[in-house]
């Protein structure tokens, strides 16, 4: 059974730093392309950073270009979303996904979200003093 486990969230203060996890089980990520999104309260869920399992693509929103990095560990089945620069803006619930790569050729969707087939928990980010 696929499996998405995301986990790294926690409370930071603004300018700080977390490291998220998407631990896959059932499926090798080689095959997949993995997205990383966000959902505020009140707000809709929007891709945060993509990753081509196939080429490395990478994509990121513009509101958190230069601060964020998403990586993949392929031996580890696991997907990292490095977070820099912490803002209050940034806090929010952040789920990771995955869609079969084979859809994509060597690119990684954003949105919609609806484009993603399987996705985790989620983990709470807060940002705040």
């Known amino acids: 059974q696929l499996q998405l486990v995301e986990s790294g969230g926690g409370l930071v203060q603004p300018g700080g730093s977390l490291r998220l996890s998407c631990a896959a089980s059932g499926f090798t990520l080689g095959y997949y392309a993995i997205g990383w999104f966000r959902q505020a309260p009140g707000k809709d869920r929007e891709a945060v950073s993509c990753?081509?399992?196939?080429?490395?693509?990478?994509h990121y929103a513009e509101s958190v270009k230069g601060r964020f990095t998403i990586s993949i560990d392929n031996a580890k089945n696991t997907v990292f979303l490095q977070m820099n620069s912490l803002k209050p803006d940034d806090t929010a619930v952040y789920y990771c996904?995955?869609?079969?790569?084979?859809?994509?050729?060597?690119?990684?969707?954003?949105?919609?979200?609806?484009?993603?087939?399987?996705w985790g928990q989620g983990t709470q980010v807060t940002v705040s003093s």
């Open positions: 990753i081509s399992s196939y080429s490395g693509i990478t």
């Open positions: 996904s995955s869609v079969l790569q084979a859809r994509y050729g060597s690119d990684c969707p954003m949105m919609p979200a609806y484009q993603y087939d399987d």
